[in-house]
């Protein structure tokens, strides 16, 4: 064999095993949570998430997963050696106007959309846009929204297969359209990072396969990092890339979607 053909199999080899060089959407160096000031939630913990990246999070109820989430991007107190989101810092030192453009890049989903239900599917849809600087002004009415806003927010929906109830109220939608319109606004922000907060928890089996099937789609087709919290052990290993795992204040899992079965968490967590 030449050691030419020796080489590249060589290299074959190891870019199997070597992660291709990523940004980090999110590095966290000794991140600690303490509620009350003696016991402490999270101590010295550290998480690396690369740009693009599609991760679940999961663990028993009150194992600190949406606590994890929200002290990164400090949403409630916590102390740190660093946090950084695409390389910006987010810590006690970070003014609010820095944390405030941090923010903007996040789209978050939560287990209750938190739609306006008086208000149109599209001027739901509009809301998103309010984080961006240049549209703070009434640009989250139809009637008054900017003809390139509206035209956004369309697409958007089309993301979401929701332009045909544009104009209905958002009122008139079943539980799967509404967490839908809520990723819609959520695409709005134009955000680097999606946080999913258990987005299906209060839907049926078949809608929350089908938004989570949207979630992983969104990730794949537009390169968004995709984060989201689930306590369906088959959403994990289905629609993420990489799996981790909280219990007592730790990350005790740490693994590939691809390396692991639902059968597998479920003994490790206790819930299948
Ligand atoms: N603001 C707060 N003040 C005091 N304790 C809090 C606060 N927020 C969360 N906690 C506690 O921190 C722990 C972790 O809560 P968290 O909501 O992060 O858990 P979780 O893993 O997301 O749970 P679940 O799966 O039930 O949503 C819980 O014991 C909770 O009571």
């Known amino acids: 064999m030449s050691s ?11 870019s199997k095993i070597i992660e291709p060089c990523h940004n980090i959407a999110l590095k966290v160096r000794k991140l600690n949570v303490s509620f009350d000031g003696n016991s402490y939630l999270y101590r010295n913990l550290d998480l690396d998430i690369p740009d693009g990246q599609k991760l ?13 989430m929200r002290a990164c991007l400090g949403i409630i107190p916590s102390q740190s050696e660093s946090v ?3 390389d910006q810092p987010v810590d006690n ?8 453009n941090v923010l903007a890049k996040v789209g978050f989903v939560h287990q209750k959309h938190n739609i306006m239900e008086r208000l149109s599917v599209l001027s739901n849809v509009l809301h998103g846009a309010l ?14 929204a900017p003809k390139q806003l ?9 993301r979401v ?10 009122s008139s939608l079943s539980g799967g359209q509404s967490q839908r319109v809520a990723i819609a606004r959520a695409l709005m922000q134009k955000p680097s990072l999606i946080i999913a907060d258990e987005p299906v928890a209060s839907l049926d089996p078949v809608a929350g396969n089908e938004v989570m099937a949207l979630f992983s789609e969104l990730s794949d087709e537009t390169g968004v990092t995709l984060v989201f919290i689930s306590h369906h052990l088959s959403h994990a290993v289905k629609y993420a890339d990489r799996i981790i795992g909280l219990k007592q204040g730790t990350i005790n899992l740490d693994v590939a979607a691809s390396n692991t079965t639902v059968e597998e968490l479920g003994s490790i967590y206790d819930y299948a």
């Open 161 to 170: 297969g929701l332009t045909s109830l544009a104009s209905r109220p958002a």
């Open 56 to 68: 679940a999070i999961i663990g028993s109820n009150g194992a600190g997963k949406s606590t994890l």
């Open 150 to 158: 509206r035209e956004e927010a369309m697409e958007c929906l089309d």
């Open 131 to 144: 984080g961006r600087a240049r549209f703070r002004c009434l640009c989250w009415n139809q009637a008054l």
């Open 4 to 14: 030419a053909v020796a080489l590249e199999q060589n290299f074959n080899a190891l």
């Open 93 to 100: 030192r970070t003014s609010r106007r820095q944390k405030r």
């Open 84 to 86: 950084h989101f695409f």
